[in-house]
T-cell receptor, first 116, second 115 residues
Framework: AQKITQTQPGMFVQEKEAVTLDCTYDTSDPSYGLFWYKQPSSGEMIFLIYQGSYDQQNATEGRYSLNFQKARKSANLVISASQLGDSAMYFCAIPGVGGATNKLIFGTGTLLAVQP | NAGVTQTPKFQVLKTGQSMTLQCAQDMNHEYMSWYRQDPGMGLRLIHYSVGAGITDQGEVPNGYNVSRSTTEDFPLRLLSAAPSQTSVYFC??????????????FGPGTRLTVL
């Protein structure tokens, strides 16, 4: 079965510094993708970045990048030059397999607080 | 283009009451899903649909019904509300299944409290 683990319930970072949010996964699917979503205090889920398991390079989207280590089954999100608006919950997710391909399986999330 | 809309934003029910959470999307997406989010947990899939007339259960379907009579709408019905159904409910849609690079667009959520 698919499993996503986010071991950091909460983190602090100083404004303008970089921060890494951890995500490890387990999957039986040889071809998969990993998603990161941001949930600010207003509650909506915002798609940030996607990494395909066969992508040759780590995904980047502006200040967001993925440190994807396939052999270690980790897909850590790196946020560079943190801003106050980055304070939010961050969720890592992976699609299901077999009869569960129509859903995303989410981790428990990491609450990031950016301090001025 | 409004994306995914959900109504209501907030709702309080008494145990045993029934209600329908509305979800609509205007992006012509085939895939629609309902998730619930509880404290300390990620989102869990309740029901999903791969197109009009086709629905299936997710991992926590008990106590909920869905139907998909049109591509645009995917309502979630609580048959007899229980306190365990107190949660934030998200509707999501995508062009295809999330097992490929098909971004899921989420609605703003409905915060439901069952007393």
């Amino acid at each position: 079965a698919q499993k996503i683990t986010q071991t950091q319930p909460g983190m602090f970072v100083q404004e303008k510094e970089a921060v890494t949010l951890d995500c490890t996964y387990d999957t039986s699917d040889p071809s998969y993708g990993l998603f990161w979503y941001k949930q600010p205090s207003s509650g909506e889920m915002i798609f940030l970045i996607y990494q395909g398991s066969y992508d040759q390079q780590n995904a980047t989207e502006g200040r967001y990048s993925l440190n994807f280590q396939k052999a270690r089954k980790s897909a850590n999100l790196v946020i560079s030059a943190s801003q106050l608006g980055d304070s939010a919950m961050y969720f890592c997710a992976i699609p299901g397999v077999g009869g569960a391909t129509n859903k995303l399986i989410f981790g428990t999330g990491t609450l990031l607080a950016v301090q001025p | 283009n409004a994306g995914v809309t959900q109504t209501p934003k907030f709702q309080v029910l008494k145990t045993g009451q029934s209600m329908t959470l509305q979800c609509a999307q205007d992006m012509n997406h085939e895939y629609m899903s309902w998730y619930r989010q509880d404290p300390g947990m990620g989102l869990r899939l309740i029901h999903y649909s791969v197109g009009a007339g086709i629905t299936d259960q997710g991992e926590v379907p008990n106590g909920y019904n869905v139907s998909r009579s049109t591509t645009e709408d995917f309502p979630l019905r609580l048959l007899s509300a229980a306190p365990s159904q107190t949660s934030v409910y998200f509707c999501a849609s995508s062009i295809g299944p999330p097992n490929t690079y098909n971004e899921q667009f989420f609605g703003p959520g409905t915060r439901l409290t069952v007393l």
